[in-house]
């Protein structure tokens, strides 16, 4: 499972704090948790095409409900050109 997440990255100025290999409701995904700047988050990134199948409010809800995501917290969704979802969560900004 592993080997489908080890071109996931993030911005060049992030810090992977930790990562995971984990399913969610299924699906394989990469737990992270980063920090960019003053800004600490965590996200659960799939692989687009396993998930397409999936709306948003689907996907949300599915991370809402883990151990991991604090409530309330906002969720943002973010594709990228290079296959992945990026489901991101419990922001922090330490300013």
């Known amino acids: 499972m592993s080997s489908k997440f080890e071109q996931v990255s993030l911005s060049p100025k992030a810090n992977v704090l930790a990562k995971q290999a984990v399913k969610l409701a299924g699906f394989d995904c990469q737990y992270q ?36 995501c604090k409530t309330p917290s906002q969720i943002i969704l973010a594709r990228t050109e290079s296959g992945f979802t990026f489901l991101s969560f419990n922001f922090d900004n330490k300013s």
């Open 33 to 68: 948790k980063w920090q960019l700047d003053k800004i600490t988050a965590e996200s659960f990134i799939f692989v687009t095409d396993e998930i397409r199948s999936l709306k948003e409010d689907e996907l949300k809800a599915i991370v809402s409900v883990t151990k991991v």
